[in-house]
């Protein structure tokens, strides 16, 4: 399967606990995107990563929220002192670059915080 | 900010009739697509457009991007039971590089 690969696809954890979550993209795309649906919306974005470079960060993302992409392949995405607000299906999504914007998802992660 | 808004929330037809949703932005667009997520699913691209008063078509789905880029529609002619899903738009403004999603429409087809 060549496409967006996420991990794990279900977790729960209890209030104040640490989670991280991790995303493959595809293998060529130079973009990666992280994205949280909960029921009823849409996808909102959180953060976007050229290469291995965060170029933008959601205004809405609370400092509890990190990402990194250190090789500029995978991805992670770390929540601190998880709140049950916190609780929604934390999507990824890659494309091949700037001009080219089709973004292929992957299943996403869904976290039920306690 | 950007803001992307989608009409109507919720559509139920029966399987024959035709469906549309609307997505309206409060700024300019560079470009839009449409996206498709079926229940327990993830968001599947279906088509992107970015020219003013673009028309694309895939088999019985129509596109449109407005004159002015600020809006966009989809209509589905004929629905059938595997339209089923919730088509969200996303919105993109020159050297931006995140898109901006409406919360989508949500289609359920009657047989």
């Known amino acids: 399967d060549t496409g967006v690969s996420q991990n794990p696809r279900h977790k729960i954890t209890k209030r104040g606990q640490n989670v991280t979550f991790r995303c493959d993209p595809i293998?060529?795309?130079?973009?990666l995107y992280w994205y949280r649906q909960t029921l009823g919306q849409g996808p909102e974005f959180l953060t976007y990563?050229?290469?291995?470079?965060?170029?933008?960060k959601s205004r809405l993302l609370s400092d509890r929220f990190s990402a990194e992409r250190p090789k500029g392949s995978f991805s992670t995405l770390e929540i601190q002192r998880t709140e049950q607000g916190d609780s929604a299906m934390y999507l990824c999504a890659s494309s091949l670059g700037p001009g080219l914007q089709t973004q292929y998802f992957g299943p996403g992660t869904r976290l039920l915080v306690l | 900010g950007q803001q992307v808004m989608q009409i109507p929330q919720y559509q139920h037809v029966q399987e024959g009739e035709d469906f549309t949703t609307y997505c309206n932005s409060s700024?300019?667009?560079?470009?839009i697509q449409w996206y498709k997520q079926r229940p327990g699913g993830h968001p599947v691209f279906l088509i992107q457009l970015v020219k003013s008063g673009e028309v694309k078509k895939q088999k019985r789905l129509t596109f449109q991007f407005g004159e002015a880029k600020k809006n966009s529609s989809l209509h589905i002619t004929a629905t059938q039971t595997t339209d089923v899903g919730t088509y969200f738009c996303?919105?993109?403004?020159?050297?931006?590089?995140?898109?901006?999603f409406g919360d989508g429409t949500t289609l359920t087809v009657k047989p």
């Open positions: 990563f050229q290469n291995e470079a965060q170029l933008e």
């Open positions: 700024t300019t667009l560079s470009n």
């Open positions: 293998s060529e795309h130079n973009r």
């Open positions: 996303a919105g993109q403004v020159a050297n931006a590089g995140k898109s901006t």
